[in-house]
């Protein structure tokens, strides 16, 4: 066999790989878009090839293709939901508009391989199945990479959710644990009344929690499926069941809820279930970035910093300072969660760059939401498995400093008054005295009446003290 194939298009003759499942439109986007060395992720590879395994199949029950052609369809296709074949996926993301290209990578792969089923060499001009004609049957690029895009993240939704629960109640047994430790609270990063540190690293649970629920509300708008289509929303060339059949032959193969669209036009021109989740992901990745923030600056130190958390050290934390330890998770967190925003502002921006019946953006924009999903996956669960399981809580560190903070004397507004608190907090900074002593200097309480209104732990469970 020759390094080469030739397949033809309707530009004309192509040299091919000699063993390569895609063909001449393929090899075209190739060399046409060598631009970042990207590839398609593998849940958009999942969801081309579920959705051409599911048009083989209600073109065979509607008596619309060759039974044989499309069995050796599905065997294909099947192969590649299985993790097969995805090495002749190469298309670059930044590739021509609307995603035309992969759709015809995809076409042209289950078209090879079905071929090479029914016992057809590559090389063979006599090769029944066509990748437009049946592997592309009654679709268009314009209705199946929307509805690829819906599937690619729904495919991997509740691996997302799981893995943001699994932060929240590992995060949730520090929470408990540390319910007891009575600890400064910070406002404008300076002293505030106290608070729990339970409370304080329990809010981060809170935090994601409500994210999570977001996220599934967002993600309910994916189901709503626009295949049938086909190039403008009017489902010209597809069979008037074409499009529930789909819907629910989807449902059935991919195990997820999934809904017929009220209107394809819609389907097809707005990006705004897809830019509504992207939005749900930029918040949460704006949670976890505050939450890396506070951890990082919780375990500032060991020895001149807040030092009231330690982080587990994973790995040295410099080349030439022995002995440095830093927040390596928080800080691989931050630079994740970032780029989940940033990749947020690109499928944004995309969405709002559709014209007529078609957004052309659509490449970048399924591209960046696996993307996103990817990398919210990996970063929170190493964050969570590496860190968040075994942070420490140095309750010396927080006792002391917890006895040196002037704003304790907030609990004594109700008795001494805003302006004598005051008084009381500058004096105590002033001359580095504990609010209990300058109280007592001052001569406005007495000592017994003191005592029990700077009970710190009850100034954590709120109400007014008199």
Known sequence: MT??????????????????????????AVENFPVSGLKPW??????????????????????????????????????????????????????????TSHNMNTNEVIANRANEILGYALDDPKKPVHPNDHVNMAQSTNDTIPTAIRLG?????????????????????????????????????????????GQEVGAWSKAISRNIEKIKFAAEGLRRLGIGGTAAGTGLNAHPEYHSRMVKKLTELTGITLYESDNLFESMQSMQDAVFFSAALRNTAMDFTRIANDIRLLSAG??????????????????????????????????????????????????AAGQFELNVMMPI?????????QVMIGSVRAFTDK?????VANEERIASWLSRNPILVTALNPIIGYNNGALVAKKALAENKSVRDVVLELGLMDAEELDKALDARKMTEGGIFK
């Open 153 to 197: 993240v729904l495919w991997r939704l509740d691996e997302l959710i799981d893995t943001l629960q699994h932060f929240v109640d590992e995060n949730q047994k520090n929470a408990d644990k540390w319910d007891h430790i009575v600890k400064t609270g910070r406002t404008h990063l300076q002293d505030a009344v106290p608070v729990r540190l």
């Open 42 to 99: 593998p849940a958009f590879i999942w969801s081309m090839a579920v959705i051409k395994r599911a048009a083989a199949e209600v073109h065979k029950d509607l008596g619309l293709l060759d039974p044989e052609i499309a069995d050796a369809i599905m065997q294909a296709a099947d192969e590649i939901l299985a993790g097969q074949h995805h090495d002749q996926f190469v298309v670059d993301p930044f590739q021509a508009g609307a995603g």
């Open 302 to 351: 060991p020895t001149t910093g807040i030092a009231e958390l330690t982080c587990p050290p994973v790995q040295p934390g410099s080349s030439i300072m022995p002995g440095k330890v830093n927040p390596v998770l928080a800080e691989m967190l931050n630079q994740a969660m970032y780029h989940i925003m940033g990749n947020d502002t690109t499928v944004n921006m995309c969405g």
């Open 3 to 28: 390094e080469y194939r030739i397949e033809k298009d309707s530009l004309g003759e192509v040299k091919v790989p000699a063993k390569a499942y895609y063909a001449a439109q393929t090899q075209r």
């Open 387 to 391: 860190l968040i399981i075994g942070l």
């Open 365 to 373: 924009i399924a591209h960046n939401l696996n993307e996103m999903m």
